[in-house]
């Protein structure tokens, strides 16, 4: 770490260490607000702290790990959040591409207008629209069922089936979402020279061909990025889940992020909590590092 | 038969055919245009309609959710009337809405301000400087924007009530502050690598030091990352509930999400949809004004920053 590397002349160039007084404070809160909270926290998933033992606690090794992996909570969340995070990306993900898509049309008049209302659930605070969507979906009383029944459908129990429950969470999330994927989609669909449409369209080939043969394979990089981090955000993503359902009904939408909360701020088992938490920061980890090895995606940043 | 069709009658042949097909294609175009407007005009209004339905509601004198209905929902405006928002402003079902503003302005302000001064030189640290270890601090950078925050949450606890800083502003200030030292050193250090180095490299022809030439000329031209992350880190704290909901327990020392979360929403129906509204407006208006007004920073910042 300490040994200077060569540069391209082959002289050993130095390190300069006044540019660490740039990043200082990122240094500082690396160290104290993210790395030692790290370490209490895989400390803690290793000890029976919880409300009974809450000062005086023990070591008990991988136990929690074992409870929860024996008990069966694990993988019902785990299959959960998977569903949760697949579901949510294939829906955002793409609609904001086929709007994209619509928006990019040559001479689509009113574009402007169709962006600015696209923006609203995006610069809306997320908090305040889901409780407002809670309201929206009430079973009795929301007013998606009494508009509904305008045009003779029953009533939908939107949030009291467990089924129902995760399609209105992914429906909430791409409504609140889709103006984030539609713009990036819209960006680079935007970067693609337009000679290349021209080109392609001279040698015959139709919308769909176009597609095919020259807009997702100049963009499938920025594509997987784009995607797989949406996934990452959406597999944490923690005020749909809590504020919307709150886990309901029973646990069928609790997941690894809204379940870990709910261990440490409701059941007050701080060790078992942290280990769910461990488990889906590993699970990420892993899905990071094997998407990149297969699509080179983390290359779009440097 | 072939013989007696003349030569222009063979051409008068091929013009109406051509005329036709022409034809055909500018009515599917039409269509085609038509059905793209449809679906975007149906996305513009889901994607506008909540937010009109809470205004609305917030206008209109409700007693619960059961009264929100399709004939209520109409815009008419004789039937306007500001009693919520009156309601709102005097303390009533336990609200006290002047206090948690007030608090909400000062964590979401103190931290965004202290945050993003800490970390307005770190974007030409990692951009600029040949820092040993460089590579390792930008993997940690990207790392932890995949960890979950409530990975933290207990830690935190634990070391701030440790420094009797739980049911505090500082309490809340450092956390906030530090993620946004995190998300807005990375998003720096890319805007920062965009810029070419030629402007640095002028400053120092004409007799600036290095120092002086990052502070004079580069730190002025990461303006727009500036105002982004700042944005950005005002609006994290302004509706945080996970981490205020554990490190503070003083409703006087509460923020409008846990204020409006605890007023509006424990009992579900049972409570006021109009004053719930009223409340939902005047939270979120504020934020919706402001990105509006810096939706340039905002939406185009976005991706430069977070990929290239």
């Given at each position: ?9 082959g ?33 803690l ?7 009974a033992h809450?000062?005086?606690y ?18 019902k969340?785990l ?9 949510s ?19 689509i008049s ?7 209302s696209y923006?609203v ?8 629209t ?8 009430d079973y ?11 045009f003779?459908?029953?009533?939908i129990?939107?949030l009291?089936?467990p ?8 429906i ?8 984030y994927?539609?713009y ?5 669909l ?6 290349l449409y021209?080109a ?5 080939y ?10 997702l394979p ?7 990025f784009?995607t797989v ?11 749909i889940p ?10 069928s ?19 078992i909590a942290?280990a769910y ?12 590092i094997l998407i990149n ?10 | 038969?072939?013989?007696n ?12 055919i051509?005329?036709?097909k022409?034809?055909?294609?500018r ?8 059905i793209?407007?449809l679906?975007?005009?149906?996305v513009?209004?889901?994607a506008?309609?909540?937010?009109y339905?809470?205004?609305v ?7 619960t ?8 929902m109409?815009?008419?405006?004789s039937?306007?009337s500001?009693?919520?928002?009156q ?9 006290l809405l ?11 302000g103190t931290s965004?301000l202290?945050g993003?001064?800490l970390s ?5 640290g990692?951009?600029r400087f ?10 940690m950078?990207?790392i932890?924007s995949?960890f ?11 070391m ?9 502003y500082i309490g809340?200030?450092i ?32 007799g600036?030091s ?9 730190v002025?031209?990461t ?8 944005l950005?880190?005002f ?5 945080d509930?996970?981490l205020i ?14 204020g409006?979360?605890?007023t509006?929403?424990i ?8 004053m ?8 979120g208006?504020p ?8 939706q340039?920073?905002l ?9 290239k």
């Amino acid at each position: 770490m300490f040994r200077s590397k060569p540069n391209v002349n082959g002289v050993r160039a130095r390190y300069e260490w006044k540019g660490m007084i740039f990043i200082l404070p990122v240094l500082v809160v690396l160290a104290f607000l993210d790395f030692y909270p790290l370490g209490i926290s895989i400390f803690l998933s290793l000890t029976n702290r919880s409300i009974a033992h809450l000062f005086v606690y023990q070591i008990v090794g991988l136990r929690n790990y074992a409870a929860i992996i024996g008990s069966g909570t694990l993988f019902k969340i785990l299959e959960q959040t998977a569903v949760w995070s697949t579901g949510s990306i294939v829906l955002m993900a793409g609609f904001g591409f086929l709007l994209a898509l619509l928006m990019t049309q040559p001479g689509i008049s009113g574009s402007r207008i169709y962006r600015t209302s696209y923006l609203v659930p995006w610069a809306y605070p997320a908090f305040i629209t889901i409780l407002v969507w809670k309201g929206l979906l009430d079973y009795q009383l929301g007013f998606v069922n009494k508009f509904l029944a305008l045009f003779g459908i029953s009533k939908i129990f939107w949030l009291g089936l467990p089924s129902m429950a995760m399609l209105s969470m992914m429906i909430v999330n791409l409504w609140l979402s889709f103006p984030y994927y539609t713009y990036v989609y819209t960006a680079s669909l935007q970067s693609v020279p337009k000679e290349l449409y021209d080109a392609a369209k001279m040698d015959g080939y139709g919308t769909f061909g176009v597609l095919g043969n020259v807009t997702l394979p100049l963009l499938k990089r920025q594509i997987a990025f784009i995607t797989v981090f949406g996934f990452v955000f959406t597999w944490n993503n923690f005020y749909i889940p809590f504020l919307l359902t709150n886990g309901g009904p029973g646990t069928s939408t609790y997941i690894l992020v809204s379940y870990t909360y709910y261990e440490q701020t409701a059941l007050l088992q701080y060790g078992i909590a942290s280990a769910y938490a461990i488990i889906s920061v590993l699970f990420l980890l892993v899905f990071v590092i094997l998407i990149n090895r297969y699509t080179k995606m983390m290359s779009v940043l440097y | 038969m072939i013989n007696n069709v003349t030569e222009s009658g063979l051409q008068r042949r091929a013009d109406l055919i051509s005329a036709r097909k022409n034809a055909y294609f500018r009515r599917v175009r039409k269509i085609k245009r038509i059905i793209t407007h449809l679906v975007l005009i149906l996305v513009a209004m889901f994607a506008v309609f909540p937010i009109y339905y809470i205004i609305v509601n917030s206008l209109s004198p409700l007693a619960t959710l059961a009264s929100v209905s399709v004939t209520s929902m109409l815009p008419i405006l004789s039937r306007i009337s500001f009693g919520n928002y009156q309601a709102l402003f005097v303390f009533q079902h336990g609200v006290l809405l002047r206090t948690w503003l007030t608090n909400t302005l000062i964590y979401a302000g103190t931290s965004s301000l202290l945050g993003i001064a800490l970390s307005i030189t770190s974007g030409i640290g990692l951009s600029r400087f040949r820092i040993p270890g460089r590579k390792a601090i930008l993997y940690m950078l990207l790392i932890l924007s995949t960890f979950p925050f409530v990975i933290m949450v207990i830690p935190f606890y634990d070391m701030f009530s440790t420094l009797h800083l739980t049911n505090s502003y500082i309490g809340l200030i450092i956390p906030y502050s530090a993620s946004a030292v995190i998300f807005a050193a990375w998003m720096n250090k890319n805007y920062v690598d965009s810029i070419p180095r030629d402007f640095e490299e002028a400053a120092q022809i004409d007799g600036y030091s290095r120092t002086q030439a990052l502070f004079r000329i580069l730190v002025p031209m990461t303006k727009p990352v500036i105002i982004l992350t700042l944005l950005l880190a005002f609006f994290g704290p302004y509706t945080d509930y996970a981490l205020i909901n554990v490190l503070v327990s003083k409703n006087s020392l509460w923020n409008m999400a846990l204020g409006m979360y605890a007023t509006t929403q424990i009992s579900s129906h049972a409570i006021n949809y109009g004053m719930f509204s009223a409340f939902a407006v005047i939270m979120g208006l504020p934020i919706f004004i402001i990105f509006i007004i810096f939706q340039k920073y905002l939406v185009s910042g976005f991706s430069i920053t977070m990929y290239k």
